[in-house]
T-cell receptor, first 112, second 111 residues
Framework: EAQVTQNPRYLITVTGKKLTVTCSQN?????MSWYRQDPGLGLRQIYY???????DKGDVPEGYKVSRKEKRNFPLILESPSPNQTSLYFC???????????FGSGTRLTVV | GENVEQHPSTLSVQEGDSAVIKCTYS??????FPWYKQELGKGPQLIID?????GEKKDQRIAVTLNKTAKHFSLHITETQPEDSAVYFC??????????FGTGTLLAVQP
């Protein structure tokens, strides 16, 4: 089944403790992206990647890192999480730029 | 920068009625406009999209219209059913590598 898989689905952590949210797609898509969803703000793009080793900032990149060492994987790294990063995170992928994204099921992160 | 505005933020309709959600975009170079449906506890799912060389697209009870001159596009759902209840997001992009979303519309279809 074609899908985007994120892990974990739920995560509670403490301020400053580094964490990684994994994302993997099995559709051989070139484009991958991370979004965060907050009430009243919709989906805001954090980072995106056009291909292996090619990444760029979205609209809200502060406090986040990404890497794209393999085509299928696009992990999101929070080096020093803060409470304002408490949010619902979605990974997404698409075959090309002007094409709809396939979204993962989301990761609900709480930073205390 | 690029911006997509979406209205209304909430919409309540009676089963069988039509629902319309509207979006405007700021980047005149945008050429791709998808619509997503997000059910509770799930990720957004693409339901329909339109490109800038087309003015209207239909898929059964769902249609999207695009007015490039005015830079706005709309989602139309006819004969609404309770299972249409969800949050709907519009998006705009294609000119750059970014896909910008609106803030979402919570649609409630009352049986």
């Amino acid at each position: 089944e074609a899908q985007v898989t994120q892990n974990p689905r739920y995560l509670i952590t403490v301020t400053g403790k580094k964490l990684t949210v994994t994302c993997s797609q099995n559709m051989n898509h070139e484009y991958m992206s991370w979004y965060r969803q907050d009430p009243g703000l919709g989906l805001r793009q954090i980072y995106y990647s056009m291909n292996v080793e090619v990444t760029d900032k979205g609209d809200v990149p502060e406090g986040y890192k990404v890497s794209r060492k393999e085509k299928r994987n696009f992990p999101l790294i929070l080096e020093s999480p803060s409470p304002n990063q408490t949010s619902l995170y979605f990974c997404a992928s698409s075959h090309k730029r002007s094409e709809g994204y396939t979204f993962g099921s989301g990761t609900r992160l709480t930073v205390v | 920068g690029e911006n997509v505005e979406q209205h209304p933020s909430t919409l309540s309709v009676q089963e069988g009625d039509s629902a319309v959600i509207k979006c405007t975009y700021s980047d005149s170079a945008s050429n791709y406009f998808p619509w997503y449906k997000q059910e509770l506890g799930k990720g957004p799912q693409l339901i329909i999209d339109i490109r800038s060389n087309v003015g209207e697209k239909k898929d059964q009870r769902i249609a999207v219209t695009l007015n490039k001159t005015a830079k706005h596009f709309s989602l139309h759902i006819t004969e609404t059913q309770p299972e249409d209840s969800a949050v709907y997001f519009c998006g705009g992009g294609g000119a750059t590598n970014k896909l910008i979303f609106g803030t979402g519309t919570l649609l409630a279809v009352q049986p």
